[in-house]
């Protein structure tokens, strides 16, 4: 995986922790603020929405415990996407998931403070005197809510664990007594009470059903944070599955009861919920606790708001920021994002960034309901793109997981159409709320590609290539043809292309061309020589191939022009990469037709310019002059990841070369920003080295010895690819091996 993402983080969760995070931001502010809109939508028959909901939240749970299981990251949908779609399709889902959870964390920010200042009014008027109207206004709504963010960011940055515990503690015990005096005040009603008050139990049809699942989806959410930090879950395997499950069912034996009780001994004499919620959606919760449980009732709702929200607050904050963390570790953000706390380990500036994105929301936008919205059909999108990426990771997975989903692929599609059809149904019923994800989306893939695309891809391909069951999980079947026609080169270019070729899912084709000359005299050529080589490269090269467990395919073809003939194979068959030896870089001969060769195929070039008998296995060192606009940094990662299959202890020494001339202090930018960069492409702790000179060829041939490996980038100018005559000149002025790199056009 790519460096500083959850590798450094500490795994500090075990399964009360991971519980505390799911039931925090699931037992939140949602039910008493969302539960009017849906019993307004749905009436008494809410409780089925919400037992629907519930159902529609197990499935999802059980696709995410399997992800979880099968790669224990921080990062949740987003590393999920990351592992079996493309690092494009990963940032798209990062990037609405992080914006979510920063919606969802301005909604409890604003609910906190609503709840918080009604409290505040209300004890004012206790005094006989009318609250001040500043109570009321917006701006100290924003500012209690900012308060609010400002605590628990200080919080996230000094515990890694998140904190709010006590607040869920506390919710919970507040929701069990408002059921259990809901409950005495049942069994006190007259007979037939459940009955009257239930009929008609669905008051708008199965339609008010639909529409109420869609408003309230949003309140079973929550179980997904714990995916989100999956990184600093003990012994995830079994924590997670169980923890998101857990916490599930913690929410619904709060919220069915909850409801069942509200819509029997919570409504006025003669009167239905449905209509009672119409009239004051935000407080009917609240008013229904205050006719069954007295003036102590609506303080239980309002301690419990205050609590819920909170802790709910502290939840989508504390997962916003392992996204981010999780999304700059791999370059789709940018890398500050990964800066920790020196003493606590904490990642500071991913908790300041999505703090301050909280703070600036809660600053500008009016209206909440429609971003709240928003965030329900980004969260039901990533949900049915979860299902989607468990039902291919089943599919493709080499080997078990730890956690299997039971009844494959049932779980998935209902789970994902489920997700999907309600998503529809949010886009459709709230059209702002697309327009809100549209837009944030519009702006991520320009920020992406303005900013991230080139080094989130490179990257991507150095992980991919060091980690061969990734590219198994995306469905990819590299194929690397290696033409191969000096029997004394065959077993090093055979082994170089084995290490370019994932195992198992990758292939390599070694393709002999056999040229018949022309005969004048019209007799047949003698094609005995010809056959005799043709065996000898077959055998080093399957020799080499075979002990390196790969088995290469074997095309032999015949053709007047072996250059043509190459370019027609490695167009039909859609090669990726294209490997091709050079034996010498001072042949001009040899050097022309291999440059029209690079220019009439599109895949990847490597050319290799090796002594006789040379092997990959045999480098100890691999030195990398980087410097230019980095077209070539993707093929360039993928070369290093796969070479780091073979010895992840070899040595890598990235070399920049500035002008003679250049300062200290330039040098020393260059240098950190150089280690940075390298840090990368290389498995453990990789050499920058910053040489002042203006002799790029001397210098870069004077560093390497016979055991080791340059890697150039060719240059490229109006589209044409070229061998250069720097990359050359090195290769003809050094012993080591040169590998001459450039990537598609």
């Known amino acids: ?88 399709s990963a940032f798209g889902v990062g990037w609405v998931l992080w914006f979510a959870y920063l919606v969802a964390a301005v909604l409890y920010a604003l609910g906190f403070a609503e709840y918080g200042l009604a409290a505040v009014r209300d004890l004012w008027r206790l005094t006989g005197d009318a609250p001040p109207p500043w109570l009321s206004e917006t701006a100290s709504l924003r500012f209690v809510g900012i308060l609010a963010i400002a605590a628990y960011t200080l919080s996230l940055i000094r515990s890694a664990s998140g904190g709010g515990q006590w607040e869920t503690v506390g919710k919970i015990v507040l929701f069990a007594i408002l059921i259990v005096l809901g409950l005495w005040a049942l069994l006190r009603a007259p007979s037939g009470t459940v009955a009257a008050t239930h009929t008609p139990f669905f008051t708008h049809g199965a339609g008010g059903v639909v529409s109420a699942m869609g408003f309230t989806f949003i309140a079973i959410q929550g179980f997904d944070l714990i995916a989100a930090v999956g990184g600093e879950v003990k012994q995830p395997e079994r924590t997670i599955p169980r923890a998101m499950l857990i916490s599930i069912g913690i929410g619904l034996v709060v919220y069915l009861p909850l409801l069942f009780v509200v819509t029997s001994v919570g409504v006025p004499a003669g009167r239905g919920i449905a209509e009672v919620s119409v009239e004051s959606p935000a407080t009917v919760m609240a008013d229904a606790a205050r006719r069954f449980a007295g003036p102590a009732g609506y303080w239980m709702v309002a301690g419990a708001a205050i609590l ?40 500071i500036m991913a908790i300041y960034a ?223 990469s294209l490997l091709v030896g050079l034996p010498s870089a001072g042949d001009e001969a040899a050097v022309a037709p291999l440059e029209r060769l690079v220019n009439e195929v599109t895949s990847d070039v490597v050319v290799l310019c090796a002594p006789h008998g040379w092997s990959p296995t045999e480098v100890e060192r691999v030195i990398v002059p980087v410097g230019g606009r980095g077209k070539h940094d993707t093929l360039r990662a993928r070369l290093l990841g796969s070479l780091a299959r073979g010895s992840a202890s070899r040595t890598h020494c990235f070399v920049r070369i500035m002008p003679a001339g250049t300062s200290e202090a330039e ?71 040169t590998l001459m790199i450039s990537h598609q056009t």
């Open 308 to 347: 819920s929200t909170l802790s709910a607050l502290s939840a989508n904050l504390f997962a916003a920021s392992r996204v981010a963390l999780r999304m700059a570790g791999d370059r789709t953000l940018p890398r500050v994002l990964l800066r920790r706390h020196a003493k606590r380990n904490t990642p």
């Open 1 to 88: 995986m790519s460096s500083g993402g959850s590798e450094t983080t500490e795994r500090i969760l075990g399964l009360r922790a991971a519980v505390g995070v799911g039931v925090g931001a699931i037992v939140g502010g949602g039910i008493l603020v969302l539960a009017g809109v849906g019993l307004a939508a749905a009436g008494p028959s809410t409780i089925v929405a919400f037992a629907l909901n519930g159902v529609i939240a197990i499935l999802t749970a059980l696709s995410f415990a399997e992800m979880s299981a099968a790669f224990p990251e921080s990062g949740g949908a987003y590393t999920f996407a990351k592992k079996v779609l493309t690092v494009r």
């Open 354 to 576: 999505g703090a301050l994105a909280v703070a600036v929301i809660v600053l500008i936008v009016p209206d909440t309901a429609a971003a709240g919205a928003a965030a329900s059909l980004i969260f039901l999108v990533s949900f049915a793109l979860v299902h989607w990426t468990s039902f291919l990771a089943r599919r493709r997975a080499t080997t078990p997981g730890p956690f299997r989903t039971p009844l494959f692929p049932l779980v998935q599609v209902v789970g994902g159409v489920s997700c999907a059809a309600l998503a529809v149904f949010q886009a459709v019923s709230v059209p702002s709320a697309g327009a809100i994800a549209a837009v944030w989306l519009g702006l991520g893939v320009i920020l992406y590609f303005g900013l991230f695309a080139d080094r989130a891809v490179a990257v991507d391909a150095f992980s991919e290539a060091a980690d061969p069951g990734l590219v198994a999980l995306r469905g990819r079947t590299p194929l690397v043809l290696v033409p191969v026609a000096n029997p004394k080169s065959a077993a090093g270019l055979a082994a170089l292309g084995n290490a370019l070729a994932p195992p198992i899912v990758g292939e390599v084709v070694l393709l002999t061309v056999l040229r018949t000359p022309a005969r004048t005299d019209g007799a047949a050529p003698d094609t005995s020589a010809m056959l005799a080589d043709v065996q000898t490269i077959v055998r080093e090269s399957l020799d080499r191939s075979l002990s390196r467990g790969h088995a290469p395919e074997i095309l032999i073809s015949i053709a007047s022009d072996p250059w043509k003939e190459i370019a027609r194979v490695a167009r039909s068959r859609r090669c990726e």
């Open 667 to 737: 040098r020393a930018r260059a240098q950190e920003a150089l280690m940075t960069f390298a840090a990368e492409e290389t498995r453990g702790r990789p050499e920058a080295v910053v040489v002042c000179s203006d002799d790029v060829v001397g210098t870069v041939a004077s560093m390497a010895g016979p055991k080791d490996l340059i890697v150039l980038g060719l240059p490229q100018q109006r589209g044409r690819r070229s061998l250069g005559r720097v990359a050359v000149q090195i290769a003809a002025r050094t012993e080591a091996a």
